[in-house]
């Protein structure tokens, strides 16, 4: 049996991280030099997110990943339109197939691939198509907070985390959320409303596979073929443009604000600090080769610039960067956790750290 949703409703202190994590002066902290960002990560706030442990939903040890889904499926929906994240806990979810069982049970929602993303991640599991590592990116650089696949013309209404390995105590790894209602309410208005005007104009650029680094775009767009990108492209609003080394740019203009497909409301919807130039110059390995061969910004994975293509101060970029981390929160996920966000009202990211850490994810739309 649920319990009402008020049992589902937790003093923050259940969700502490060991510790404020410092984010000020974070090697390879994308903006941490900046003279306005904030010094340490803020502990989670009541009801963000949301904990749901596995006594609150009547779960016993022995129960299948499908009854977990079924014990929280009928709250869900409310309780993330509501709140934006829930965090799962204590429940029976072992490993990546039962991870996908209980999503495949919790209701009206469909796994979606990760075709054309710019992240670099696997799949898991022969008989989980749809379920990916979460970014591989080397654990020393710290990954921004957005909006899953902002840049594209299609996204993740949801997105899930689950836990495989959590990080050791004390060498980082921290999940990251903030509300994006929370980071608008403290942006410059000027900022957001020049955006607002213009959108967001996000390029990319990505190597052939023979060049052998980094990431392919035979990788990005699950094909061998040119024109099989290039249909793909077509049909997903962007431009492009082939180099004689084999690699690709393309780009497309996005709004910067969507309005909620439930809801209506207006939302601070985006990737434009994260897909920024200046965030891979923090990079440990962009880093060195930006100094070390001076390329340009349209070089790097990603860039973003205002719709019309003009390029967007440096100061409006960090001016986002900390007012993105000025509202975040972080915690330490444990082994068989289970975030759920609802990825047009929350953004997430994840702290620079050492050893072993494996998420898990998987984005999933209406169905």
């Known amino acids: 049996m649920i319990r009402s949703i008020t049992a589902f409703v937790r003093g923050a202190a259940?969700?502490?991280?060991?510790?404020?994590?410092?984010?000020?002066?974070?090697?390879?902290?994308?903006?941490?030099?900046?003279?306005?960002?904030?010094?340490?990560?803020?502990?989670?706030?009541?009801?963000?997110?949301?904990?749901?442990?596995?006594?609150?939903?009547?779960?016993?040890?022995?129960?299948?990943?499908?009854?977990?889904?079924?014990?929280?499926?009928?709250?869900?929906?409310?309780?993330?339109?509501?709140?934006?994240?829930?965090?799962?806990?204590?429940?029976?979810?072992?490993?990546?197939?039962?991870?996908?069982?209980?999503?495949?049970?919790?209701?009206?929602?469909?796994?979606?691939?990760?075709?054309?993303?710019?992240?670099?991640?696997?799949?898991?599991?022969?008989?989980?198509?749809?379920?990916?590592?979460?970014?591989?990116?080397?654990?020393?650089?710290?990954?921004?907070?957005?909006?899953?696949?902002?840049?594209?013309s299609y996204w993740p209404k949801l997105i899930l985390f689950y836990c495989d390995v959590p990080p050791p105590e004390g060498t980082g790894g921290e999940s990251?959320?903030?509300?994006?209602?929370?980071?608008?309410?403290?942006?410059?208005?000027?900022?957001?409303?020049?955006?607002?005007?213009?959108?967001?104009r996000y390029s990319r650029h990505i190597a052939d596979k023979s060049q052998d680094f980094y990431q392919s775009w035979q990788e990005v767009f699950r094909t061998e073929e040119r024109g099989e990108a290039e249909k793909y492209l077509k049909e997903t609003d962007n431009q492009w443009i082939w180099n004689e080394d084999g690699s690709i740019n393309f780009w497309q203009t996005r709004p910067a604000f969507i309005n909620h497909p439930i809801t209506g409301e207006k939302l601070w919807f985006?990737?434009?600090?994260?897909?920024?130039?200046?965030?891979?110059?923090?990079?440990?390995?962009?880093?060195?080769?930006w100094e070390e061969q001076n390329i340009n910004d349209e070089q790097f994975p990603t860039h973003s610039a205002y719709g019309d293509g003009s390029p967007i101060p440096e100061s409006v970029v960090q001016h986002i960067r900390d007012v993105s981390w000025e509202v975040a929160v972080g915690t330490q996920m444990k082994h068989k956790d289970?975030?759920?966000?609802?990825?047009?009202?929350?953004?997430?990211?994840?702290?620079?750290?050492?050893?072993?850490?494996?998420?898990?994810t998987i984005l999933a739309e209406y169905a």
């Open 14 to 152: 259940w969700l502490q991280t060991r510790g404020a994590a410092q984010l000020a002066g974070r090697p390879f902290m994308p903006g941490g030099e900046g003279e306005n960002f904030p010094k340490y990560l803020e502990e989670p706030r009541e009801n963000f997110p949301v904990l749901v442990t596995g006594t609150d939903a009547g779960i016993s040890p022995t129960d299948s990943p499908k009854a977990c889904a079924e014990a929280v499926k009928e709250k869900l929906k409310d309780q993330l339109l509501k709140y934006g994240a829930i965090l799962y806990r204590d429940f029976p979810i072992k490993n990546h197939d039962d991870f996908a069982e209980f999503f495949n049970n919790l209701g009206p929602y469909k796994s979606m691939d990760y075709k054309g993303g710019a992240a670099v991640r696997n799949t898991v599991g022969s008989q989980n198509k749809n379920v990916y590592t979460a970014s591989r990116e080397p654990p020393e650089w710290t990954i921004e907070p957005h909006n899953e696949m902002a840049y594209m």
């Open 176 to 200: 990251v959320i903030c509300h994006v209602r929370d980071i608008l309410e403290k942006l410059d208005p000027d900022v957001a409303a020049k955006f607002d005007k213009l959108g967001i």
């Open 270 to 289: 985006n990737h434009i600090h994260r897909k920024h130039a200046s965030a891979w110059k923090s990079h440990p390995v962009w880093k060195k080769i």
């Open 338 to 360: 289970v975030m759920v966000l609802e990825n047009h009202l929350v953004q997430h990211a994840r702290l620079s750290f050492t050893g072993q850490r494996k998420l898990l």
